[in-house]
């Protein structure tokens, strides 16, 4: 059974700094796609960055410079460096994993991954 355990989210002020992690357990494929996702109040879930095991990235527009997407496969770990905090950024923020073969086409798909985390809360404020 494959778990998600997002920890490091917290309350910042602008411009400040967080480091997401992402504990995965139980995926034993070699190949994947994973993610990070946020909802904000009021509105749809939507693509932060992804990763492939490839090691092909990608990321949305209004993060793009400011965070950055990494995997530390000796600790089954996914991380979001996220520098430069906006209010805007402020969120519930997901990590997901799904298929390589379903997720390098689709990697702001939220259909495309199969395991979700439960969310880590990330607040920021002016």
Not at 16 to 31: A, I, K, M, N, P
Not at 36 to 42: I, L, Y
Not at 43 to 67: C, L, N, W
Request: glycine share 14%; hydrophobic share 30%; proline share 2%.
């Amino acid at each position: 059974q494959v778990h998600l355990v997002e920890s490091g989210g917290g309350s910042v002020q602008t411009g400040g700094s967080l480091r997401l992690s992402c504990v995965v357990s139980g995926y034993s494929y070699d190949s994947y796609g994973m993610g990070w996702f946020r909802r904000a109040p009021g509105k749809e879930r939507e693509g932060v960055a992804a990763i492939d095991s490839d090691g092909v990235t990608k990321y949305e527009y209004s993060v793009s410079g400011r965070f950055t997407i990494s995997v530390d496969s000796t600790k089954n770990t996914l991380y979001l460096q996220m520098n430069a905090l906006k209010p805007e950024d402020t969120a519930m923020y997901y990590c997901a994993v799904g298929l390589y073969g379903n997720t390098w086409y689709r990697k702001f798909d939220s259909g495309a991954y199969n395991y979700w985390g439960r969310g880590t809360q990330v607040t920021v404020s002016s």
